[in-house]
C-alpha cells in the first residue's frame, strides 16, 4: 500500500515536471515579448530617453510633463468618451441582433455571416471602405444625403463629425463581438420559459426585462469589461481613418503614445503614457482576467 | 386575425435583419462591386447600380502595382510562420493544462491570461529600440514572433478546450496497448486534435493576416505586408495618384481568404464563442 503511493507521488511529480518542461516554451516566449518589455517600459518612464541617446534618469518628471499637459488629458479624456459610446452602443446594438436572430429566419447561416464579416476585416481595408463611403466629393453617403435635401457633409475633416465617424466605424467594425458571445447565449435559453411567460399573460417587454435580461447579465457584463479594454487601446482604426486629425479631434490616448514614442522619439515619456493606459486596462480588467481563469483552467 | 399579427410580426421581422444585414454588409459588397467597374462608373455621383463589369482594376493592379503581389506574399509568409510557431508553442502548453495539470500551474495559467491584456501598442514602445539595435526591424521573423506572442494565451486556452473534450480513456487505453506517453499523443491525441488545431490556426492566421499595427511599426520595405500596402495605396488615391478602383480591388483580393473562412466557419465561430469572447 504505502509502496503504491510512493509510485503514485513519484508519478505525479514527474507529471508536474514533464508538465512545466511542456510549458516552457510558450511561457518564455511570453515573457520576452510582452513581460520583459512591459517592466522595461516601467523603468523606462523614469527616464529620459529618446531614440539614439543614452537614457537619462528624470525621476518622475515624465509623469509631471503628461499630466501638465493638457494633449494628453484630453486625449484620455476624449478616449472615455470614446470608450463609453462605443460600448454602450455596440451592446445595445449587438443585443438587439442577437435577439433577433434568435426567431430563425430561412438562410440563418449566410445571415449570420454577413452580419459577422465586419469583425474579420483589416483596419486597412475598413478605412478603405468607409473613407470611400464618408468621402466629401463622390461618397455615397453625402450623396444620400443630397437625395433627402440635406448638405453635404465633412465627415472625416469636421471635428465633431470626425469624432463621431470614427466611433460609427468602430461600432460598425466591432458589433460582431457582441453578437457572437450574445447570439448563442441567447438560443441556450429553454423556449418553454418564453412559453410559460406568454400563457401567464406577459407581453413581449416583459418577458425581455425578466426572462432574457436576467438570463444573459453575466454574458453581459463579461463582454462590456472586455470591450471596453479592447476599445480603450484602439489604434489601427483611427489611424488608418484619420491619422488622429483633424486639428487632433481624434486623437485617441493609443495615437497620443504613438505620437510621442515613434513620431518625437521621446521614449520616456511614450512609455509613461503606455503605464497610464496599462493601470486604467488592468483597473478595468481584473474582475475579468479572474473570471476568465477559473472558466478556462478552473480553481 | 391572429395569424394576420404574426405575419405582419414576421415581415417586420424580415425588414429589420435585411437591415441589419445591409447595414453591416452593404459597405463591403459595395467596395467589391465597385472593384468591377469602370472608373467613370465609381466616379459618377449618381451611383451607378447597373454597370458593365470591367476587369480594368485588376489589369492595372497586376500591371502597374507589382509591389502589391510582393506585399501578398510577404503577409503570407508572416501568416503561415506565425501559424507554425503557434502549432509549436500551445500544443504542448495546452496538453500540459489539459492532461498534467497540478495546482503548480494555477499561477502559470494566471501569467497566461495576463499578458494577453497588454496592449500590443504599449510592449512595442520598449521593444522598438531593441528591436532597432538588433537591426530585427523589417524582418519576417520579428513580425511572426510579436503575431505568435500575442496570440499564444488564446490559442493555448482553445486548444485546452479542444483536449479537454477528448476522453482521456483514449490516453489511458493507448497506454495499455503498450504506448508511451508520446506515441500515444502522436497516434491518438493529434489526430482527434486536428479541430483544434484548425481553429487556433485560423485564429492566429486572421490576426496576422489583418494586423496593422505591429506591420506599421516595425515592417519596412522587404517586408511590407497587404494591409500596409492598402493603406499607402488609398494615401496615393487620395492625393490623385492612383484610381479608386485599383485600390478597391486591392482590398477585395486582401478580403477573399477572410470572406472564404467568414463563410465556411461561422457555425464554428459561433459555438465557440465563449473563446471568441477572449478575442481582440
Redesign the interface.
Known sequence: MNQYVVVANNKQKKDIRLGFLLLSPALAVLTLFICIPGIMAAGLSFFNYRLGQTPQFAGFMNYVYLFQNPDFIISIIRNLIFVCIVVLLQLILGLAVSLLLAKNFKFQKFWVACLLTPMAISPAVASVIWRYLLNYNIGPINYLLGLIGLPRAQWLSHPILAFASICFVYIWQSTPHIIIALYPARLTIPETLYEAAYIDGANSFQSFRHITLPLLKPVIIIMTIFRIMISFRNFGLVWTLTRGGPNNATELASIFLYNEGFRYWRFGSASAVAMVLVLITVFISIKYIKSMQQSTFGA | MKSNKIGILRIF??T??LL??L???G??L??II?SFKQDKD??S???KLFFKPVFDNYEQLFLERPDFFNALLNSVIVTIGASLVII???I??A???SR???K???L????????R?????????????II?NLALNDTYFILI??Y???E??IS??LL??FLDDIPKELDEQACIDGCN?FTAFIYIILPALAPGIIAAVVYVS?FA?????FA??VSGTATKT???L??EM?GLV?EGYLN?GT??SA?FI??IP??I???LL??K???G??L?????
Open positions: 421581422e424580415w429589420t435583419l441589419f444585414v447595414g453591416a454588409f459597405p463591403i459595395m467596395i465597385s465609381i466616379f455621383y449618381v451611383p509549436l508553442l500551445c504542448p502548453a496538453y500540459a493544462y498534467l495539470y497540478s503548480k500551474f494555477k502559470t495559467s494566471f501569467y497566461v491570461i495576463l499578458v491584456m497588454f496592449p500590443p501598442i504599449i510592449v512595442m514602445v520598449p521593444l522598438y529600440p532597432r514572433i510579436l505568435a506572442t500575442f499564444i494565451s493555448t486556452m485546452k478546450a506517453r486572421v493576416w489583418n494586423d496593422f499595427t506599421f511599426l497587404t494591409p500596409i492598402i493603406m488609398q487620395e479608386w485600390v478597391f482590398s486582401q478580403l477572410i470572406l473562412f467568414i463563410f461561422q457555425q465561430l459561433v459555438k464563442f465563449t471568441g469572447a477572449v478575442k481582440g
